[in-house]
């Protein structure tokens, strides 16, 4: 497909991001195809193939329906950047456009790395066991790598205001989850409750590089299972690393365990993966960090993923995502959103 051919790609003007690749790209060739990558539920992501063979991907915000603070390009350009000389897996960085005439808003381009994203459980299924347990290992170690850093260090010092994670969190997405979900929606009430027990019990807090959506959806894995690279940071900011450590906690299934009403298992409730408790164990060898706080940073991150997911939902509902098949889930399935958070803090002995 063509730049020409590509006029019904959401969020492209596929003539326009050709001429500005060809002139800011080391390298690229043109003409060049765009295809929507599928799996992505905020920013937009496309393969970029040029006329010699070689890929690129290409991140834009959505459509519309953004919120204060959110899809920020020059940040997640940024983020990418600064890891690219570390010892943390990225993407690399080629172009940043900041000039919204080209397509509409900022976006920037990234070599195209290959490798299987774990997004379900089929991905995980196709790695090998030993693989799945490699995968699990080198997730935390890049965390640790991660975790490592000095903000200052990396120039990213300057990125986030001082005052703690968790109150900056709390405020930020409780007010876009109330741009998100009705005035009488239930969720919205229970959200709210939790999010002021959540207010209530604030830990003190370390000053880190934290990801903010660090899962192995997030990720491309070689055969062998260690991580290629670590994709969407669009969330990243600064503070403390157990923000990044419980989101991955909360989110690794394990066999066995029950999951809510409409929701899939994940990648790792495949037999192979290393346990939640091994990945807390593994991370603490690394590290040295008292994870003692664990169970509450797991019921903020259950409840700040409750406040994305609504957002989420709202655009695709309004129209304002690309269609890669995940609208028809949003329409026909709706768990409470704040369950599993509520939950989360009953566990916590804060319920």
């Known amino acids: 497909m063509s730049a020409a051919e590509g006029q019904g790609l959401a969020g492209l003007e596929p003539e326009l991001v ?23 539920r905020s920013n937009l992501t496309y393969r970029v193939t040029d006329a010699s063979g070689q890929h690129f991907a290409l991140r834009r915000p959505p459509l519309g329906g953004v919120l204060s603070t959110a899809h920020d390009m020059g940040r997640e350009w940024r983020f990418i950047s600064a890891m690219a000389p570390t010892a943390v897996p990225v993407a690399p960085p080629l172009a940043f456009c900041d000039d919204e ?43 640790a790598a991660l975790h490592a850093l000095d903000p200052d260090d990396v120039g990213l010092g ?49 000053r880190g590089v934290v990801h903010g959506d660090f899962r192995p959806g997030n990720m491309a894995f070689g055969p062998d299972g260690t991580v290629r690279a670590v994709f969407d940071w669009e969330l990243s900011t600064l503070g403390d690393p157990m923000a990044d450590l419980s989101y991955l906690v909360a989110a690794w299934h394990e066999p066995g365990d029950e999951v809510a009403e409409g ?19 593994h991370y603490t060898r690394l590290t040295g960090r008292d994870v003692t706080g664990l169970p509450y940073w797991i019921a903020f991150n259950r409840w700040r993923s409750a406040c994305i997911l609504a957002g989420v939902r709202a655009r695709y509902l309004a129209g304002v995502m ?14 409470r959103l704040g369950e599993a958070a509520a939950q989360a803090l009953k566990a916590a002995g804060l319920g």
């Open 101 to 143: 005439s080209v397509t509409g808003a900022g976006f920037y381009v990234m070599g195209f790395v290959d490798g299987r994203v774990l997004a379900d459980r089929a991905a995980a299924e196709e790695l090998a066991p030993a693989a799945r347990m490699r995968a699990g290992e080198h997730v935390v170690e890049v965390l």
């Open 158 to 206: 300057a990125t986030a205001s001082q005052e703690g994670y968790v109150q900056r969190q709390l405020r930020r997405w409780n007010r876009q989850v109330h741009a998100s979900l009705a005035a009488d929606d239930p969720d919205l009430g229970q959200l709210e409750e939790i999010h002021d027990v959540l207010a209530a019990h604030i830990p003190e807090q370390t």
């Open 322 to 335: 690309a269609d890669d098949g995940y609208l028809a889930e949003a329409q026909q399935s709706r768990p």
């Open 18 to 40: 050709e001429k500005w690749l060809a002139a800011n790209v080391p390298g690229l060739v043109a003409p060049v195809r765009f295809v929507l990558v599928a799996g992505g």
């Open 263 to 281: 929701v899939e298992p994940g990648p790792t409730s495949v037999p192979g993966f290393p346990s939640r408790d091994e990945l807390v164990a």
